[in-house]
């Protein structure tokens, strides 16, 4: 992912020209709707998509989260359950002791843990994620941002209103 925050479209040298004041104003809209397109989009569309990875993993967390506070409330041993095998493929399964637990902690690490153990883990794993997905959030909202910005600053530059020319409604009028 580039870096938006340093990006100077005027730095940029046009066939193998330095953009000056004289350069026609043509060419200068067409350098800032170069890095709209192929940066700032760029930029937001990675974002958007480390964020919907984020929110999967939240939702995995969560759905582990459930199964086992429902594990804990079950007071019949060995337990049949249902596991899910890969691609929404189940299989009847035994568990004969359900004392443990083991929990991916990432890095391909999985721990042993007890279910109050396994608990305060996914509450922090879900905390950690959540404030990772909220800091994407508010890095495409900047990106989005920046992206008005510039296309305002185009239409201007170009004469072209930015607002839509149908009329709006005015309820106080």
Do not use: W
Not at 4 to 22: G, I, K, Q, R, T
Not at 132 to 141: A, G
């Amino acid at each position: 992912m580039s870096n938006y925050y340093d990006f100077n479209p005027e730095s940029v040298e046009m066939d193998n020209e330095a953009m000056d004041s004289s350069q026609p104003i043509s060419d200068k809209v067409l350098k800032y709707e170069e890095f709209v397109n192929e940066v700032l989009k760029n930029d937001l569309k990675h974002v958007l998509e480390e964020r919907d990875k984020m929110y999967d993993e939240i939702a995995e967390y969560m759905k582990l989260q459930t199964s086992i506070e429902r594990l804990k409330t079950v007071e019949t041993r060995p337990i049949k359950e249902m596991i899910d095998v890969g691609c929404n493929f189940y299989m009847q399964a035994e568990v004969k002791s359900t004392e443990f637990i083991y929990v991916d902690v990432g890095m391909g690490l999985h721990v042993q843990l007890t279910f109050e153990e396994a608990l305060k883990f996914l509450k922090k794993k879900i905390d950690q994620l959540t404030v990772k997905s909220e800091r994407l959030t508010d890095k495409s909202v900047d990106i989005k941002a920046r992206i008005k910005l510039i296309i305002g600053a185009l239409a201007e530059l170009q004469g072209v209103s930015s607002q839509s020319s149908k009329p709006r409604y005015d309820p106080f009028s």
